[in-house]
Antibody, heavy 123, light 106 residues
Framework: QVQLVQSGAEVKKPGASVKVSCKASGYTFTSYFMHWVRQAPGQGLEWMGIINPSGGSTSYAQKFQGRVTMTRDTSTRTVYMELSSLRSEDTAVYYC????????????????WGQGTLVTVSS | SYELTQPPSVSVSPGQTASITCSGDKLGDKYACWYQQKPGQSPVLVIYQDTKRPSGIPERFSGSNSGNTATLTISGTQAMDEADYYCQAWDSNTVVFGGGTKLTVL
């Protein structure tokens, strides 16, 4: 069965960076795009960007341009999301989500989600 | 940037039909999908491509999308359906979520 297992909770100081991992299993890793979505406490879902695990190409939400980097390691079937220059407003649960996949491309619909990683930014 | 608008809350009695709307400019020209999120859990896709249900999603969940409004309908609502529901579409290679609707079953 498809599984996305994320790294554990992080506590960071303002100005620092955080790198969250998402290890995939149960399907062909390079055949499905992966999204990153975050959710601040008590708030809604916010899309951060998408990575193609096959070639590594990325597309980021304008809000995060210049602060987010998504990468992948095909040997370990893992995608990463690194967010820099952290501020208190970045405190949130960060999710990876697999794209449902359409004709080798992205459907922009997330059919499997990781368990979430809580990132707390506090001085 | 593209925006999707949902009502903050909807209430329904057990066994009745719940309808949650999602509004956006010419949303009917795009595909809409819906996620269910229960407290402390990750979201679950319940409707994709406007009307399709992933395997394992009960038949009581259905969707429609026309004009400027997509609608998630839950027929014969059960207590277990109480959750937050988010609509989602994409525009200019960007995923957009609605603000979410809290469904209360009382």
């Amino acid at each position: 069965q498809v599984q996305l297992v994320q790294s554990g909770a992080e506590v960071k100081k303002p100005g620092a960076s955080v790198k969250v991992s998402c290890k995939a299993s149960g399907y062909t890793f390079t055949s499905y795009f992966m999204h990153w979505v975050r959710q601040a406490p008590g708030q809604g879902l916010e899309w951060m960007g998408i990575i193609n695990p096959s070639g590594g190409s990325t597309s980021y939400a304008q809000k995060f341009q210049g602060r987010v980097t998504m990468t992948r390691d095909t040997s370990t079937r893992t995608v990463y999301m690194e967010l820099s220059s952290l501020r208190s407003e970045d405190t949130a649960v960060y999710y990876c989500g697999r794209d449902r996949g359409c004709s080798g491309g992205s459907c922009y619909e997330l059919d499997q989600w990781g368990q979430g990683t809580l990132v707390t930014v506090s001085s | 940037s593209y925006e999707l608008t949902q009502p903050p809350s909807v209430s329904v009695s057990p066994g009745q039909t719940a309808s949650i709307t999602c509004s956006g400019d010419k949303l009917g020209d795009k595909y809409a999908c819906w996620y269910q999120q229960k407290p402390g859990q990750s979201p679950v896709l319940v409707i994709y491509q406007d009307t399709k249900r992933p395997s394992g999603i009960p038949e009581r969940f259905s969707g429609s999308n026309s004009g400027n409004t997509a609608t998630l309908t839950i027929s014969g609502t059960q207590a277990m359906d109480e959750a937050d529901y988010y609509c989602q579409a994409w525009d200019s290679n960007t995923v957009v979520f609605g603000g979410g609707t809290k469904l209360t079953v009382l």
